[in-house]
């Protein structure tokens, strides 16, 4: 402080605008954030929108002057989307069939992940380009075999029709996965794991007990990542769920038909008919687990490239 | 200890260290046999026949490449959708791959209130699922805000050709969207920016560079192989997304009783093909940068 005060007044306000070295200048923070400002509200935008609309009463809908702000708190169209979405079920449901199976796909892409960063064999860059092709193969391009397999085995609809390729390291978004572990495990000292090996621990003790707690970063990143990819994967679950269970997106998929079901048309007064405020409700309960989840979490999405060690590469 | 004694644990150990080696991956290599390899090889198997499903069994009637030639010659959708596909695609991977830059530049920054913006920026990958986006496309929520229905645009549109005025549609109405998607790339630019030494910057200064020369001279080269990997990243998420039109059309084909599954196959085939060509020219075209930069 005191060798700045040295320093002439006009040199300081030059510094204070403009910045220095060593500092940013108030005008380069104010353009900062002001598109900071301006870009995030573009980008939330839509979620504003949703939540906002998911309030309005019929009356709002209908008056043009109600835009951003609904004229009371009408949580009617929750209570109808809460019933047309048959929430507890599907909720259940999604949560089964998103955490079950990113436990297994976490756990064996760490296997695979280890056996590629730690162990020298042959043919292992035939492995990365095969990965790399399951990761860019369509899912139309496999899933009608797999779904007639499980239809004969009588697996269609249950969840073990997601469980089972997941176990197989074939799951959902896989090869990312794969590849988060490999890095991880590759960023890490590898000295414990010798000493380990000299103390004569077999090399599955040393990746129980030394390697997986060391790289529990990387496990935890990789399993909320494969929770998210799972609970919002519509594609796979429809075809190999239908009949069986219904997740939430699914559900929210058939809005429309399950809603005049509960409330036919022709039935109820004009105010209960589907409206856009009743399908943002529905769509707002449909991300709020996911939006709670993150907000618990979110250190772990904000900061997952530091925790796991991945480089970019 | 002779030589060749010591020579054979020498191989021993190698060849014992591939085992363990492979017995990592094994549970790997048998799923992707079963689950990727023998799926694609029978699936294109079905797109060279007429397939049809009973309670019991799958009857197959070989075709050649009728499926194939009825996806490109006839019907009337199926090239007009992959057409769309492909240049929606083209459109959309530059703006994901220029914004996710500029978000990551900023986060990569020192301001107060970061983790708050960090939190905001991140969160269209925690939400972004087919039928949310479905929902919030047909309510107009992704518009890029006050542009798509003001007058002027409306008639601007209009005045256009057709080739022209869908993808620039397609941009106006779901500018936001597109934006969505660029969650995990902003992350892994974070990642490369993250990589760059400090001192760099700091010799970069010492030799009067300003902030702006800095980006073009050591930033953008330094992100040229993490925006390979983004652009690549960006293709296939963009391709597998489940409200796709392709991918919805070969799905309702599948079921339908004029499509089959022989056709919808043989229409999966054609995308992916479609799909490792934009792959192929958008590689070939951030190559030449890349071997620049490096």
Known sequence: MRMILRYPLVERVRWFLFGNRAQRGLIANVILYALLITIGFVYIQPLLFMFITSMKSPDDLLNPMVQWVPTEVYFGNYTRSYRVLDYPNTLLASILISVVPSLFQTFVASLVGYGLARYRFRGKRLIFLLLLVTYIIPPQNTVIPQMLTYRDLGLLGSPLALIIPALMGQGYKSAIFVLIFYQGFLSLPQVLEESARLDGASDLRIFFAVAVPSALPAYIVSFIFSVVWYWNETFLTVIFLEGGMTTLPMQLSKFTQAYENLYPPGVVNIFDRLNEAVKMSGTFLNILPLLIMYFILQRWFVESVEMTGITGE | ?294
């Open chain 2, 1 to 294: 200890m002779t030589v060749r004694h010591r020579f054979r644990r020498e191989i021993s150990l190698r060849t014992r260290e591939a085992l363990h080696g492979y017995a990592f991956i094994l549970i790997w290599l048998v799923g992707f046999s079963l689950f990727t390899f023998l799926s694609l090889v029978e699936t294109f198997r079905y797109s060279l026949n007429d397939v049809t499903v009973t309670a019991t069994n799958i009857q197959l009637d070989f075709v050649e490449w009728d499926n194939y030639s009825r996806a490109l010659f006839t019907d009337p959708n199926f090239v007009e959708l992959l057409i769309g596909y492909a240049v929606e695609t083209l459109i959309s991977v530059p703006i994901v791959l220029i914004f996710a830059m500029i978000i990551a530049l900023f986060l990569n920054l020192d301001f107060r209130l970061k983790g708050l913006f960090r939190v905001i920026f991140f969160l269209p990958i925690v939400i972004t699922s087919g039928p949310v986006i479905k929902e919030l496309t047909e309510q107009g929520a992704a518009s890029a805000p006050g542009i798509a229905d003001s007058p002027a645009v409306v008639e601007f549109l209009t005045e256009l050709p057709h080739a022209l005025r869908t993808p620039i549609e397609y941009l106006l109405t779901t500018f936001i969207l597109i934006l969505w998607f660029s969650g995990v790339q902003i992350l892994i630019y974070l990642a490369g920016l993250q990589k760059i030494d400090r001192s760099v910057y700091e010799a970069a200064a010492i030799d009067g560079a300003s902030s702006w020369e800095m980006f073009w001279k050591i930033v953008l080269p330094a992100l040229s192989t993490t925006t390979v990997i983004n652009a690549v990243y960006t293709i296939v998420t963009l391709s597998h997304f489940s409200e796709n039109k392709v991918a919805r059309y070969i799905y309702q084909q599948t079921y339908s009783v004029q499509g089959g599954i022989g056709y919808a196959s043989a229409m999966a085939f054609v995308y992916f093909g479609v799909m490792v060509v934009l792959l192929a020219i958008v590689y070939l075209f951030l190559r030449q940068w890349v071997k620049r930069s490096n």
